[in-house]
């Protein structure tokens, strides 16, 4: 199993970003996605998760309203497009799978929300 993120940067607060996970050695469209963040000094925490089939879809409260989670089975990809970003969003974002009762990650991709 490996997870690719890419995307991630640096953006002004109200901004919007994108990141995004590219998998493989799995069969994708079988497992849910997640995607994680972790701040400094802070314990990694799950943002949204969704759904092998992409009909269910879980956010963090925090993030409510202003991230959207999705994915292309045919692509085997999932992405985080995060719009209204404030300062409280600057983390490494993960993706993040389980596959068999093991949990896989990516290596992260930073995203800083700063004037």
């Known amino acids: 199993v490996q997870l690719v993120e890419s995307g991630g940067g640096l953006v002004q607060p109200g901004g919007s970003l994108s990141v995004s996970c590219a998998a493989s050695g799995f069969t994708f469209s079988s497992y849910a996605m997640n995607w994680y963040r972790q701040a400094p000094g802070v314990e990694r925490e799950s943002v949204a998760t969704i759904s092998s089939s992409g009909a269910s879809i879980y956010y963090t409260d925090s993030v409510k309203g202003r991230f959207t989670i999705s994915r292309d089975n045919v692509k085997n990809t999932v992405h985080l497009q995060m719009n209204s970003l404030k300062p409280e969003d600057t983390a490494v974002y993960y993706c993040?799978?389980?596959?068999?009762?093991?949990?896989?990650w990516g290596q992260g991709t930073q995203v800083t929300v700063s004037s």
């Open positions: 993040n799978c389980r596959v068999k009762v093991k949990a896989y």
